[in-house]
């Protein structure tokens, strides 16, 4: 059995001193934002610095919702952000297990190939999708107008490629694809054919596996596909500012980023209030998803 000297021992001893130090330096530089976030929300007098606040008041959240289109920028926001994530996972996970489960020559090349929509940088594919999209929004207007008539602007509200929920929604989960299918494809890699077989030999169909094998396996990989697209959904500011002209379907990012720009001066309160709001879906996805990230594959397969 190895001894271990005072003198290592004291030396260990400041060394995790000095890690915890930092860490600790480390965590209070990055929650002070935050911090001052959450303050100047609850502030009726809020600056632009950091102080405590003098009267504690819920008014800026109120104002977000009653005064601001606070309420239809999140409504908004979370529809096209869960619709993309949804179609993400949908996709991904079926995917990633034809991906896992197919042997052919073109697999590898096809899998690097979808990763150059997530290499090309944004704003050089703005141009080339806008106009693509702008031509099926005119051939999609085209075709609704003799069927709906004065209705196909409302339609085209939900279904519009430009000015829609739907080009937003596809280009949003388009963009996030790539990655999420790498994602699943490598779980799917990770996870043993016995309990396909096994369901396989007691007569289960194409259906039941699925539902019963291969979905309650793959939650914890569509789990972390399934932030990642809404993360990255949820924090795109750019594809939203270029697609969504009219005010009553933009986000709460340009909801900020018009609270940010007034023209006489910065309101602290209302745009601090914003940015918390901002900010609880992203926390609540994180831990919904934990639950699953955490999962094991203990216990083998019921049914």
Not at 17 to 28: F, K, P
Not at 35 to 47: K, T, Y
Not at 68 to 91: C, H, I, P, R, Y
Not at 120 to 125: G, I, N, T, V
Request: glycine letters at 6%; proline letters at 6%; a positive charge.
């Amino acid at each position: 059995m190895a001894v271990v000297s005072p003198s290592e021992t004291a030396n260990k001893g400041r060394s995790d001193l000095i890690a915890y130090a930092t860490l600790s330096l480390i965590s209070i530089f990055c929650a002070v934002p935050f911090f001052w976030v959450l303050l100047a929300s609850l502030d009726g007098n809020a600056q632009l610095f950091l102080h405590w606040p003098e009267q504690w008041t819920f008014a800026n959240y109120i104002r977000v919702f009653t005064k601001e289109d606070g309420a239809k920028w999140l409504f908004n926001s979370l529809f096209v952000v869960a619709s993309a994530t949804l179609l993400v996972m949908v996709l991904s996970g079926l995917g990633g297990y034809a991906l896992s489960r197919t042997r052919a020559w073109w697999k590898l090349p096809f899998l690097y190939a979808i990763l150059l929509i997530r290499v090309l940088p944004p704003p050089a594919l703005v141009v080339p999708l806008y106009k693509f999209l702008l031509t099926l929004n005119n051939a999609e207007a085209v075709v609704l107008r003799p069927i709906f008539g004065s209705y196909t602007r409302d339609i085209m509200r939900w279904t519009g490629f430009i000015d829609g929920y739907l080009g937003l929604i596809l280009v949003l989960a388009t963009m996030q694809l790539p990655l999420a299918l790498w994602i699943m494809k490598t779980f799917f890699d990770g996870l043993p054919r016995d309990y396909e077989e096994a369901a396989l030999m007691d007569g289960a169909t194409l259906i039941q596996r699925i539902r019963r094998v291969l979905i309650p396996l793959a939650l914890p990989g569509l789990a972390a596909a399934g932030l990642f697209a809404f993360m990255s959904a949820w924090g795109d500011f750019l594809l939203p500012l270029i697609l969504l002209s009219s005010p009553e379907l933009q986000t709460l990012p340009l909801g900020l980023f018009r609270a940010f720009l007034r023209i006489n001066e910065i309101d602290y309160g209302l745009l601090t209030a914003l940015a918390f709001i901002y900010l609880l879906p992203a926390v609540v996805a994180f831990g919904f998803a934990r639950r699953f990230l955490v999962q094991t594959f203990s216990g083998g397969v019921k049914g």
